[in-house]
Nanobody, 129 residues
């Protein structure tokens, strides 16, 4: 089993920065890929799924970001501390969402939600205009 706990969410203004942290514990070596997803307000209905934001490989550190956040968000990890981070700059109101940290047992980065078997509880990010 793998456990993930997010922190760092909050209320900020458009243009501000925020960093989210995720602590990974348990059988961490079984999850080579870590990712961030988000669920925006109004997407709670069935079929309205979470949106891929970013992912990183533990070994090597290669990353992939969604087009909507490229140039503004950065994902990084600290393997010694079993932490993964999401640095969010130039935040926009449309970035308002609950952000989830997730872990995948696949060896390659994937943007597909169902390929991530472990999820945190989420942390709320609200960006005011």
């Amino acid at each position: 089993q793998v456990q993930l706990v997010e922190s760092g969410g909050g209320l900020v203004k458009a243009g501000d920065s925020l960093i989210l942290s995720c602590r990974v514990s348990g059988r961490t070596l079984t999850t080579p890929v870590l990712g961030w997803f988000r669920k925006s307000p109004g997407k709670e209905a069935p079929g309205k799924d979470v949106e891929f934001v970013a992912a990183i490989k533990r070994q090597g550190g290669s990353t992939h970001l969604a087009d909507s956040v490229k140039g503004r968000f950065t994902i990084s990890r600290d393997n010694d501390k079993n932490m993964v981070y999401l640095q969010m700059d130039s935040l926009k109101p449309e970035d308002t969402a609950t952000y989830y940290c997730a872990a995948s047992s696949l060896s390659m980065i994937t943007t597909i939600r169902s390929r991530y078997g472990y999820w945190g509880q989420g942390t709320q990010v609200t960006v005011s205009s």
